[in-house]
């Protein structure tokens, strides 16, 4: 199955600054990556689809001004919190569907701590 | 209402016991159902996976999923304590990547 890796997996920062968070593809090509946001005791709600080579599609609700989504290469995707807020606390997660397998994989998470 | 319900608990059980988890859902065309394990602050892990109607056995766990009734169920037998962890649901309705996840079960398995 694919590897995903997630880094960092967790980051505390101060109000008003940026964040990015990388996600590979360690052993997969992917077009297609997913960013989840899950906050405490609740189910992951999906952010954004990541395509490789343009723009990102976002869900309804995100703002994309906010959380920019970069996906350069087959093998990386990185979410940036922009002018991160207290709010913008919360466990963040990538993700990698493999169409061959018909299963998705999820990175280690990221914990975002905004003081 | 949500596309997919299900109950948080907290379920707490004896090891050795049984296990029923289960999820709802109100959208038809879903059509991929899975099962994740997920452990405090960590990414989740897939569990099981069934494609449209019927059971699936994978060791010590049993998924079964019932369309006509837009219901699924995750089984674990002879539970042990490291089974404790959230248990997510997802379903979807075509080959793509976006699921919609369940809430989540928090399960804790005493020894």
């Known amino acids: 199955g694919a590897v995903v890796s997630q880094h960092p997996s967790r980051v505390i920062c101060k109000s008003g600054t940026s964040v990015k968070i990388e996600c590979r593809s360690l052993?997969?090509?992917?077009?297609?990556m997913f960013w989840y946001r899950q906050f405490p005791k609740q189910s992951l709600m999906l952010m954004a689809t990541?395509?490789?080579?343009?723009?990102?599609?976002?869900e309804q609700g995100v703002e994309k001004d906010k959380f920019l989504i970069n996906h350069a290469s087959l093998t990386l995707s990185t979410l940036t919190v922009t002018s991160a807020h207290p709010e913008d606390s919360s466990f963040y997660i990538c993700?990698?569907?493999?169409?061959?397998?018909?299963?998705?994989?999820f990175g280690s998470g990221t914990q975002l701590s905004v003081l | 209402q949500k596309e997919v319900e299900q109950d948080p608990g907290p379920l707490s059980v004896p090891e050795g016991a049984i296990v029923s988890l289960n999820c709802t859902y109100s959208?038809?065309?879903?059509?991929?159902f899975m099962w994740y394990r997920q452990y405090s602050r960590k990414g989740p892990e897939l569990l099981m996976y069934?494609?449209?109607?019927g059971n699936k056995e994978d060791g010590r766990f049993t998924a079964q999923v019932d369309k006509s009734s837009k219901y699924i169920s995750l089984f674990i037998r002879d539970s042990q304590p490291s089974d404790s962890a959230t248990y997510l649901c997802?379903?979807?309705?075509?080959?793509?990547?976006?699921?919609?996840f369940g809430q989540g079960t928090t399960l804790q398995v005493k020894p």
């Open positions: 993700s990698v569907h493999r169409q061959d397998l018909e299963k998705l994989f």
């Open positions: 069934t494609y449209s109607s």
């Open positions: 997802a379903m979807r309705s075509s080959n793509t990547g976006k699921l919609i």
């Open positions: 052993d997969f090509q992917a077009t297609t």
């Open positions: 990541s395509n490789e080579g343009s723009k990102a599609t976002y």
């Open positions: 959208n038809s065309a879903f059509q991929y």
